[in-house]
């Protein structure tokens, strides 16, 4: 049972380049999310998926895009990378339906280290 | 908005002692709190979860109370293990939202 799938593992671009982050989760969950953890910072939420076909702006959106393929794949797409983006970032799934998380604990992946320099 | 705030310092403790961390908020209490662990490298594992009707909840060597009139959690470890160590983190379920993550707390468990 693989869970919360993140590709890559880790990258590193140069100010401008673009790239999507991948995210698959096969325990038929409906919620996903996308999060970045910086120091100091704690978790922040980038964009969620409340279902499939939906998608929301979270608490730190801006420079990113997000696109619900279906309801296992949740990806994020940096379209021009900062030095700013350079973080850890985290895609989560939970089994709650809609903007309330409820009885529904988070399920994470191990993460995507990003560098932009 | 809602803040959350977990002690930034890192809890130092002997093995076999309990290790207890606080988690505060501000303004409404939330619907849930949700206690997650973190190793360096990983991804946060989900470990309790406690409503706010709930005073106390248990899961092996893990306990979780929730105290509404002081707006604050606390997350106990009894019988401590060097395997315990790592960054727990709180979450904030307001019950109409998202979930909102304290920043965390470090704890070290020596031998």
């Known amino acids: 049972n693989a869970g919360v799938t993140q590709t890559p593992k880790f990258q590193v671009l140069k100010t401008g380049q673009s790239m999507t982050l991948q995210c698959a989760q096969d325990?038929?969950?409906?919620?996903m999310y996308w999060y970045r953890q910086d120091p100091g910072m704690g978790l922040r939420l980038i964009y969620y998926?409340?279902?499939?076909?939906?998608?929301d702006k979270g608490e730190v959106p801006n420079g990113y895009n997000v696109s619900r393929l279906n309801k296992r794949e949740f990806s994020l797409r940096l379209e021009s990378a900062a030095p700013s983006q350079t973080s850890v970032y985290f895609c989560?799934?939970?089994?709650?339906?809609?903007?309330?998380?409820?009885?529904?604990?988070?399920?994470f992946g191990n993460g995507t280290r990003l560098t932009v320099t | 908005s809602q803040k959350i705030e977990q002690n930034s310092e890192a809890l130092n403790i002997q093995e076999g002692k309990t290790a207890t961390l606080t988690c505060n908020y501000t303004?409404?209490?939330?619907?849930?709190l949700q206690w997650y662990r973190q190793d360096p490298g990983r991804g946060p594992v989900f470990l309790l979860l406690?409503?706010?009707?709930?005073k106390e909840k248990r899961k092996e060597r893990l306990k979780v109370t929730f105290d509404t009139t002081l707006k604050q959690s606390l997350f106990h470890i009894t019988a401590s293990q060097p395997a315990d160590s790592a960054t727990y983190l709180c979450?904030?379920?307001?019950?109409?939202?998202?979930?909102?993550f304290g920043k965390g707390t470090m704890l070290l468990v020596s031998p």
């Open positions: 406690i409503r706010e009707n709930e």
């Open positions: 998926s409340a279902s499939e076909g939906t998608t």
């Open positions: 325990m038929n969950h409906n919620s």
């Open positions: 989560a799934s939970s089994e709650g339906q809609g903007t309330f998380s409820y009885n529904s604990p988070l399920h």
């Open positions: 303004n409404y209490s939330p619907a849930y």
């Open positions: 979450a904030l379920d307001m019950g109409y939202s998202t979930l909102t």
